[in-house]
């Protein structure tokens, strides 16, 4: 089974940035398409950005679209989200997920893989 591991969250001010790195043991994460979700209580889980197994091709939500940008390492076996200008409406436990599909979109359905989450909390 594919254990994926998050990290980087924490507390950050309003306009601060933030690195998440999402990594798994024992598995080629450059077999999958990736993405990064993130939920806050009282609301659905959201869709933040997605990245095609060769890293080709991206997905950003509307409201973090030239604020964070996705990557990912093959070679290191990582997934990275690059969070700037951050905002109190960012705040949520951001999960890594992993698809079988090699190219993904935003949709919670087409992943097979979860982590755990990590807490971002933006806040002054």
């Known amino acids: 089974q594919l254990q994926l591991v998050e990290s980087g969250g924490g507390l950050v001010q309003p306009g601060g940035s933030l690195r998440l790195s999402c990594g798994a043991d024992?598995?080629?994460?450059?077999?999958?398409?990736m993405a990064w979700f993130r939920q806050t209580p009282g609301k659905e889980r959201e869709g933040v950005s997605s990245i095609s197994a060769s890293g080709g091709r991206t997905t950003y939500a509307d409201s973090v679209k030239g604020r964070f940008t996705i990557s990912r390492d093959n070679a290191k076996n990582m997934l990275y989200l690059q969070m700037i200008s951050l905002k109190p409406e960012d705040t949520g436990v951001y999960y890594c997920a992993a698809s079988r599909l090699s190219t993904v979109g935003l949709l919670g359905t087409e992943y097979d893989f979860w982590g755990l989450g990590t807490q971002v909390t933006v806040s002054s």
């Open positions: 024992h598995f080629t994460l450059g077999y999958y398409g």
